[in-house]
């Protein structure tokens, strides 16, 4: 029991951020009615979705298990309906959790947990050489294919509302120049874990991520990242980018044998029932990967946690 305690305060102790959950194992594809099987090929592009939102990497679709796993799609499928998306035909997908995460484990790919950072947005346009900022509810199509990305991803956005103290507390001219006090004093009003700023030129955008809390910006030290791209696509690229990062941060791989373990006893197991409450409550922890039961004597039990 003491090393099961020890697990659980650490769980709980751990510090809190403004981490959004993110709906990975949905999908909703529209069916090609010019195909024979229009249907089969939705379930197959749902699938696609929620492996790449699920691992962090477009990569992972290469995977031999995966490639295989695609053929029959709708034997992971939990959920099935039928929607509409822009007038035509849609298949709305939800995925088992348990038989993707399984999936994943066999073909030897990162888990990228569903708690993700919550990144808030200041993009600014500039037109016929005037410069504007992208609120919320903006009526534009860079910002529309920002938040598509975005969703497709499984990366979590923000953009400011744009009222009074949002058009008051920055200028364009101090996003624009990247002056990162006036950036970070502005975003302290929003529960994000990052910033980042957007600049687009035509077909040309340019950004700067502040990877760490709006009031962190102020104190610390550490260098912003960057980067650009251009063409119809680049908002696309943009995107993928920073998820190729957040996902390299946190996903991790799980293997059927974790390399890492310890040894717990646990007393008063008077039943089974008792057995499988402790082994809910212990895969339930985001450290283990998995419980082996080593021994059985009168109501002890001896398991091994893999880490």
Same mark, same amino acid.
Request: glycine share 6%.
């Given at each position: 029991?003491?090393?099961?305690?020890?697990?659980?305060?650490?769980?709980?102790? &751990?510090?809190? /951020?403004?981490?959004?959950?993110?709906?990975?194992?949905?999908?909703?594809?529209?069916?090609?009615?010019?195909?024979?099987?229009?249907?089969?090929?939705?379930?197959?592009?749902?699938?696609?979705?929620?492996?790449?939102?699920?691992?962090?990497?477009?990569?992972?679709?290469?995977?031999?298990?995966?490639?295989?796993?695609?053929?029959?799609?709708?034997? !992971?499928?939990?959920?099935?309906?039928?929607?509409?998306?822009?007038?035509?035909?849609?298949?709305?997908?939800?995925?088992?959790?348990?038989?993707?995460?399984?999936?994943?484990?066999?073909?030897? &790919?990162?888990?990228?947990?569903?708690?993700?950072?919550?990144?808030?947005?200041?993009?600014?346009?500039?037109?016929?050489?005037?410069?504007?900022?992208?609120?919320?509810?903006?009526?534009?199509?860079?910002?529309?294919?920002?938040?598509?990305?975005?969703?497709?991803?499984?990366?979590?956005?923000?953009?400011?509302?744009?009222?009074?103290?949002?058009?008051?507390?920055?200028?364009?001219?101090?996003?624009?120049?990247?002056?990162?006090?006036?950036?970070?004093?502005?975003?302290?009003? /929003?529960?994000?874990?990052?910033?980042?700023?957007?600049?687009?030129?035509?077909?040309?955008?340019?950004?700067?991520?502040?990877?760490?809390?709006?009031?962190?910006?102020?104190?610390?030290?550490?260098?912003?990242?960057?980067?650009?791209?251009?063409?119809?696509?680049?908002?696309?690229?943009?995107?993928?980018?920073?998820?190729?990062? !957040?996902?390299?941060?946190?996903?991790?791989?799980?293997?059927?044998?974790?390399?890492?373990?310890?040894?717990?006893?646990?007393?008063?197991?008077?039943?089974?029932?008792?057995?499988?409450?402790?082994?809910?409550?212990?895969?339930?922890?985001?450290?283990?990967?998995?419980?082996?039961?080593?021994?059985?004597?009168?109501?002890?039990?001896? &398991?091994?946690?893999?880490?």
């Amino acid at each position: 029991m003491r090393y099961l305690a020890l697990i659980l305060i650490g769980w709980l102790s &751990l510090p809190v /951020y403004a981490l959004t959950q993110v709906d990975i194992y949905r999908a909703e594809v529209v069916i090609d009615s010019e195909q024979n099987n229009g249907e089969s090929l939705a379930r197959e592009q749902g699938m696609k979705e929620v492996i790449v939102r699920a691992t962090g990497s477009q990569a992972s679709l290469s995977n031999p298990v995966i490639q295989k796993a695609l053929s029959s799609s709708s034997r !992971y499928i939990s959920q099935l309906g039928y929607g509409q998306v822009e007038g035509k035909p849609s298949l709305k997908m939800r995925f088992s959790s348990s038989q993707i995460h399984s999936l994943l484990t066999q073909a030897q &790919l990162p888990s990228w947990s569903a708690h993700r950072a919550n990144i808030l947005v200041w993009a600014i346009e500039e037109q016929a050489y005037e410069r504007t900022i992208a609120w919320e509810h903006s009526d534009s199509p860079k910002v529309a294919a920002l938040h598509a990305a975005a969703e497709a991803r499984g990366l979590p956005i923000t953009f400011p509302v744009g009222d009074f103290d949002d058009v008051t507390g920055v200028s364009v001219s101090d996003l624009w120049g990247g002056f990162a006090d006036p950036i970070a004093k502005a975003s302290q009003r /929003y529960p994000a874990d990052a910033v980042l700023v957007v600049k687009a030129q035509g077909d040309q955008v340019r950004w700067t991520l502040y990877d760490q809390s709006p009031s962190a910006i102020l104190v610390s030290q550490r260098s912003p990242r960057s980067g650009a791209a251009s063409g119809s696509n680049a908002m696309n690229e943009m995107v993928d980018g920073i998820t190729d990062y !957040y996902a390299g941060k946190s996903a991790v791989i799980v293997s059927g044998e974790a390399s890492d373990g310890i040894t717990m006893k646990v007393v008063n197991i008077y039943s089974a029932k008792d057995f499988f409450r402790l082994e809910s409550a212990l895969n339930k922890l985001n450290s283990v990967a998995g419980t082996e039961v080593k021994r059985v004597q009168g109501n002890e039990l001896t &398991l091994k946690l893999h880490l």
